[in-house]
C-alpha cells in the first residue's frame, strides 16, 4: 500500500479505508472530570491557560480604559467619539467574558483579581484627560492586543482548533477597533 495517498501534508487522509474508532471515542468520555476537554486535545492546557489568563488581564483592563475614557471624555462634539468607547468596552467585556469561559473549559481558573490586573495585562491602563490622547492609547493598546493575539495564535497552532478560533475571531474585532480609533485622528 502506497502509504503517500494516504496523506496529505503529512498528515492522514481519512478514507471509508479508516473508520473512526466509535468504541475507544465512547471509552474515552466516560472520564467526566475533565469536563470539555477529551483525550484528544493536543494542547498544553497549563501553558493555554496561562496565555488566556494574560488576554484576560488585557481585555479587563481596556474594559476600564475604555469606560474611563467614556465617562471622562466631555464636550458636545465629542458625544460620537464617547458612543464608540462605550462600545468598545462592551465588546472587550464580551472578550474577557469568553475567554474566562474557554479557561474553565480547559479546567483552569480565569484570574479576575485586581491586584496586580495592570502588571497581568500586556495593555496599559490611561487617564489621559484630553481626548486625542485618549484615543492614541486606545489606538495603541489595540495594536498590543492585535499582536498579543496573534502571537498566541502561532504559539498554539493546530493543538487547539477551539481556543485558536476564539482568538482569531477576537483579534479580527480587535482589528476593527483600531481601525475605528485610526480614523478618530484623522
Not at 473512526?20 to 493536543?42: E, F, H, M, P, W
Not at 489621559?128 to 502571537?151: C, F, G, H, V
Amino acid at each position: 500500500m502506497n502509504t503517500d495517498k494516504n496523506k496529505v501534508g503529512g498528515k492522514p487522509v481519512l478514507t471509508t479505508a479508516t473508520p473512526i474508532d466509535t468504541a475507544a471515542i465512547r471509552a474515552a468520555a466516560q472520564n467526566l472530570d475533565d469536563g470539555a476537554v477529551t483525550s484528544g486535545y493536543q494542547g498544553n492546557r497549563e501553558e493555554v491557560v496561562a496565555l488566556l489568563n494574560g488576554a484576560l488581564a488585557t481585555e479587563l483592563v481596556c474594559v476600564m480604559r475604555y469606560k474611563r475614557h467614556y465617562f471622562t471624555a466631555s464636550g458636545l462634539e465629542n458625544s460620537a467619539i464617547k458612543a464608540e468607547f462605550l462600545a468598545h468596552a462592551k465588546e472587550e467585556e464580551q472578550h474577557a467574558d469568553m475567554i474566562a469561559e474557554r479557561i474553565v473549559q480547559l479546567n483552569g481558573e480565569p484570574n479576575f483579581n485586581p491586584a496586580g490586573i495592570v502588571d497581568r495585562s500586556h495593555a496599559e491602563y490611561d487617564d489621559s484627560s484630553d481626548i486625542k490622547s485618549m484615543i492614541k492609547a486606545n489606538l495603541i493598546a489595540e495594536r498590543i492586543a492585535i499582536e498579543t493575539y496573534r502571537q498566541m495564535i502561532e504559539r498554539i497552532g493546530d493543538t487547539d482548533p477551539t481556543t485558536r478560533h476564539m482568538l482569531v475571531n477576537i483579534m479580527a474585532v480587535e482589528e476593527e477597533h483600531a481601525d475605528d480609533m485610526r480614523d478618530l485622528l484623522g
